[in-house]
């Protein structure tokens, strides 16, 4: 991938961003950077894995947590900022990539926030019986990060949605395997976050570190996979961390604790 690619993608991703309440078509983004629609739709798909349009309801998406996450917001102002052209189109879009709807996503933020804080993760025991389909992933984690480490296997190269499985990790492990996992083609994404008082930190992962495998695995074509995520700072081009992270963890453990 050549950087004149990512140049011209990144320079399409920061128009989306200064205009959001706009209409924004990918004919106009084509035009704006002499590329045929054709053609533009294409190289954006190369470099950011996904289409222009399923990137700009993502960017939208995030500028409306970003927006809830403060609470005197209300949502209809949150739909008027992102291009949104009705509270009822925002909500269903909103709880299809976040996983709740908008007004449960704002009333669950300190709840969520003080669960993260207090969280202390336990190793993550790995299967005495590893199940095929298998993947093992390992983590490559900065020498100075110290914090929570999510990884997960998802039909797309964007989270957008709950991972088809995944787990929480902290710094001190290298790596995790999730056994009898539904066969498929995955793409194996991570994503880290540091403890925070601020809770935007936790809820609007712009800033977090994140990676991807090289290649996705197939687990129709492989019995037992092993791929490798390193954990790096966020590049211009990639694309928002919608999935709510917190609210993740805690269903994951409010159902552990269920089975006991």
Not at 17 to 37: C, F, M, R
Request: aromatic share 10%.
């Amino acid at each position: 991938m050549s950087n004149e690619k990512k140049r011209i993608i990144i320079q399409t991703i920061e128009y989306m961003k200064n205009h959001l309440e706009e209409d924004i078509t990918s004919e106009q983004l084509a035009q704006l950077v002499g590329y045929s629609p054709c053609h533009f739709s294409r190289v954006f798909k190369e470099v950011t894995g996904v289409p222009p349009r399923h990137y700009l309801s993502a960017l939208r998406i995030e500028a409306g947590k970003e927006s809830l996450v403060n609470p005197s917001d209300s949502i209809l102002r949150a739909v008027l900022r992102v291009g949104f052209r009705s509270t009822g189109t925002f909500s269903s879009k909103f709880k299809q990539f976040v996983g709740l709807s908008p007004k449960q996503f704002q009333k669950n933020i300190n709840t969520l926030h003080r669960f993260i804080n207090d969280y202390d993760i336990e190793t993550v025991l790995q299967p005495l019986e590893v199940l095929s389909p298998s993947v093992t992933c390992n983590v490559v984690v900065p020498p100075n990060f110290k914090g929570l480490i999510f990884v997960g296997l998802f039909p797309r190269p964007i989270p957008d949605q709950a991972p088809i499985v995944g787990t929480a990790i902290n710094q001190n492990q290298t790596s995790c395997t999730f056994s009898n996992v539904p066969k498929g083609k995955y793409y194996v994404l991570a994503a880290a976050i540091t403890k925070s008082l601020n809770p935007k930190n936790y809820f609007v992962l712009s800033r977090a570190l994140r990676g991807i495998a090289k290649e996705p695995i197939d687990t129709e074509l492989h019995a037992y996979s092993f791929t490798e995520v390193t954990l790096r700072e966020p590049l211009p081009f990639d694309p928002p961390i919608l999935i709510n992270l917190p609210k993740l963890l805690f269903d994951t453990k409010k159902s552990k604790l269920e089975e006991k």
